[in-house]
């Protein structure tokens, strides 16, 4: 936290701590969906255009990325539909940890999956059935302490045709320098490209 410390307030996506205020996992779905498309109507007020292509997540903000793409994989093939928000082609992970988690309560992922409302922290034991196939970059510090945590959601919940890694000499943090974010910078250029979005 000290390259952050002064840029609060800081938020949380899902629960971590036992203290924590339980949520029901539809009230936590619904929470979700509804901040993700505050913030899209926030981007078009400010005169941002054209689609959301793409996901960025750091921590628990990569973690609810890889959930996000996991639901639109599962509606497209257990529903043959469309998601009814945006159509994401690709994610970029920074520091995520394993498992998804559920979030939606009608789809057949709630066996394998744990729900929203549930602290997730412990070391998911694979392998998966829960795969992601929608294309991802992953961004690992070799010096964060759960790099072995991230890494499972590299190895263990994403194909391997589909996934990108990319690791940097660094923490639990963002990469800021140069080469490093350079390195990033790449990977999502080529993301890009391969999905389509050259904008």
């Known amino acids: 936290m ?17 203290d924590h205020p339980e949520l029901r996992p539809e009230d936590a779905i619904k929470a979700i969906d509804e901040s993700l498309e505050q913030a ?16 960025l997540g750091f921590s628990q903000g990569a973690k609810m ?3 996000l793409l996991y639901r639109q994989q599962v509606r497209q093939e257990q529903l043959g539909q469309r998601s009814g ?3 994401y082609h690709f994610a970029i992970l920074i520091a995520g940890r394993a498992p998804f988690v559920c979030l939606d309560m009608h789809l057949d992922l709630q ?3 744990p729900n929203v409302s549930q602290i997730t922290a412990a070391k ?3 392998p998966s059935p829960d795969v992601l196939r929608i294309p991802t970059v992953h961004v690992h510090g070799i010096r964060d302490p759960d790099v072995t945590l991230h890494r499972q959601l590299f190895s263990d919940f994403s194909s391997p045709e589909s996934r990108r ?5 660094g923490d639990h943090r963002v990469p800021l320098k140069y080469n490093d974010v350079s390195r990033v910078a790449h990977q999502i250029r080529e993301l890009a490209i391969q999905t389509g979005e050259r904008h």
């Open 2 to 18: 000290s390259v952050y410390s002064q840029w609060g307030p800081f938020r949380r996506w899902l629960r971590w701590r036992p």
């Open 165 to 169: 890694l990319v690791e940097w000499d």
């Open 111 to 113: 066996t394998s999956l």
């Open 124 to 126: 998911y034991h694979g």
């Open 65 to 67: 990325c890889a959930s």
């Open 40 to 55: 899209k109507h926030q981007d078009d007020a400010k005169g941002a255009t054209g689609p959301w292509v793409g996901l």
């Open 85 to 87: 928000f945006s159509e």
